[in-house]
């Protein structure tokens, strides 16, 4: 077999490969919170997804997904945040690959607080403004903009799901935001 019958294009794996990935090593993902942003770049709003988990419950989320190998940093938000909010979400990518956050997600919920039954997941946290329209897609039902003070309110930090409103405190302390 020559170099170049050898299949490097792939970058997704099989269900049961992908099990086998999740069981031995950690995976890299993303966190975006989108946000809306004033003229002197304030954080004005912040961007919620709504969908139906895996145990059926709606919870609000922030965008989220994995890296694919051979895709840079800064490609994987943009394509996150453009299958969630869609193709016209203008993104001001940031310049830097520099996470405002890094979180670890294990199978054991005593470790970090931050639980994915399925593996042990790093991810790399951005703020993402957003500029143009966004529409939800993929299995997003709904996209909701609500003030810095209301997405730390109670009512919905409930609706997020466990360690998302973590997360989005943390993001709006990171910009000078958090009421």
């Not at 993402?128 to 109670?154: F, I």
Request: charged share 25%; hydrophobic share 40%; net charge negative.
């Amino acid at each position: 077999m020559s170099d170049y019958d050898t299949e490097t294009q792939s970058n997704w794996l099989s269900d049961e490969d992908m099990e086998t990935v999740r069981g031995r090593l950690p995976i890299v993902y993303i966190n975006a919170i989108p946000v809306r942003t004033d003229d002197l770049g304030v954080v004005t709003h912040v961007g919620l997804l709504l969908r139906i988990g895996p145990d059926g419950a709606a919870n609000r989320e922030i965008v989220a997904g994995r890296v694919m190998y051979g895709e840079r940093v800064r490609d994987a938000i943009l394509r996150h945040l453009e299958k969630d909010l869609g193709p016209l979400a203008l993104p001001r990518i940031p310049t830097s690959a520099q996470p405002f956050t890094v979180i670890e997600y294990f199978p054991n919920p005593d470790i970090t607080g931050f639980h994915d039954p399925r593996q042990h997941a790093v991810s790399l946290a951005y703020v993402v403004p957003v500029e143009g329209d966004c529409v939800p897609s993929q299995d997003a039902l709904d996209l909701v903009w609500l003030r810095p003070d209301e997405v730390v309110s109670p009512t919905v930090a409930a609706e997020l799901s466990p360690g998302h409103e973590k997360v989005v405190r943390w993001a709006l302390a990171h910009c000078g935001c958090l009421p």
